[in-house]
């Protein structure tokens, strides 16, 4: 599954030049033009994460790394070097490809805040928790039990269906703003999935942090 969404991603982008630039999707109360090489382009560095993350979990569920400098993370999990490479390279691709910067954006298009922003933010969380002291907490982890394997298939292939929706609307078969508007719900829909399943998490994590504060406090004095 991951592979296909790479070559199918990897596909889209070698014919991205024969997508308009952008389409006026309102303009009152507020501007919304998408860009939608820039979409595209977007759409299949998320398609290359997922299927990374997807791959990931595969191999450190059926491979078993054995190095002499192992050490167990905060919650007891065994971690070493290879997973801190991955977290590094997955928090970096994310700041990369995700995060947007001041000279490629229009912070006055409606498109950055339905869109771009809420990609950004759910997919650099997602990128963050792969750093291993961040990992897990107690019994839970972020890779198995917030955002699962499942979780991951199903958020790729949203944003396959909605390419090649686009697509379609490109060549007039079905409306651009229809499909706008509902590829936004799509992403807003995921976007609240995602943060039902990983606010109680993130939540348990930070009054753990706090009470650790406490008592350190507490020793101190």
């Known amino acids: 599954a991951a592979m296909s969404s790479i070559v199918a991603a990897a596909t889209g982008v070698a014919i991205i ?37 997807i791959c990931w ?7 078993a790394f054995t190095f002499t400098n192992d050490a167990q993370s905060t919650s007891g999990q065994n971690v070493n070097i290879i997973d801190w490479i991955w977290s590094i390279a997955a928090f970096w691709y994310a700041i990369t490809y995700f995060i947007p910067h001041g000279r490629d954006i229009d912070w006055a298009n409606g498109n950055t805040y339905i869109f ?21 907490h107690g019994s839970a982890c972020w890779n198995e039990d917030v955002i699962a394997q499942s979780d991951l298939l199903w958020v790729s292939l949203s944003g396959l269906v ?19 508007w509902s590829a936004a719900f799509v992403v807003h829909c995921i976007v609240l999935y995602l943060i039902y399943k ?18 350190n406090s507490d020793c101190l004095v």
């Open 17 to 53: 030049d024969q997508a308009p630039k952008q389409t006026v999707v309102m303009m009152h109360p507020l501007r919304v033009i998408p860009p939608h090489r820039d979409a595209f382009r977007r759409t299949a560095f998320s398609v290359y994460y997922l299927s990374a993350r």
């Open 57 to 63: 979990n595969a191999t450190k569920k059926h491979c």
């Open 162 to 180: 909605v390419a090649f929706v686009f697509t379609l609307a490109f060549r007039g078969v079905l409306g651009i703003r229809s499909c706008y």
């Open 198 to 215: 990983a606010l109680p998490f993130a939540m348990l994590q930070m009054n753990e942090s706090i009470r650790s504060e406490d008592i």
């Open 116 to 136: 771009v922003i809420p990609m950004a933010i759910g997919l650099t969380t997602d990128a963050l928790y792969q750093c291993p002291i961040l990992q897990c």
